[in-house]
């Protein structure tokens, strides 16, 4: 059973910077796409920042390119996302995937497995 745990979420302020984490067991992870979303109170999820298995591509939704480094340490078989230049519209609970296959995508839909979330609170 493959199994997702994030940390790291928490209150920042507006400038602030953030790491997120997500543990991964149970699976290939480097053969895994993986994802980071969030969701918004009252607002459907949305994608954040996706990365390749082995090749480490990153994709990313315009609202954060340049402020977020989405990353993977596959020795360590874990997830990271740098967030830097926190704003408000960033809180969210924000939750890890995996996907069974490699190429970095961007829609929830195509991902296998997810996380619990993390919540990440920015207040002006």
């Known amino acids: 059973q493959e199994q997702l745990v994030e940390s790291g979420g928490g209150l920042a302020r507006v400038g602030d910077s953030l790491r997120l984490s997500c543990a991964a067991s149970g699976g290939p992870f480097n053969k895994r796409a993986m994802g980071w979303f969030r969701q918004a109170p009252g607002k459907e999820r949305e994608f954040v920042a996706s990365i390749g298995g082995n090749t480490q591509t990153a994709v990313y939704a315009d609202s954060v390119k340049g402020r977020f480094a989405i990353s993977r340490d596959n020795t360590k078989t874990t997830l990271y996302l740098e967030m830097n230049s926190l704003i408000p519209e960033d809180t969210g609970v924000y939750y890890c995937?995996?996907?069974?296959?490699?190429?970095?995508?961007?829609?929830?839909?195509?991902?296998?497995?997810w996380g619990q979330g993390t919540q990440v609170t920015v207040s002006s």
């Open positions: 995937a995996a996907r069974i296959a490699t190429q970095a995508v961007t829609a929830p839909n195509l991902f296998n497995y």
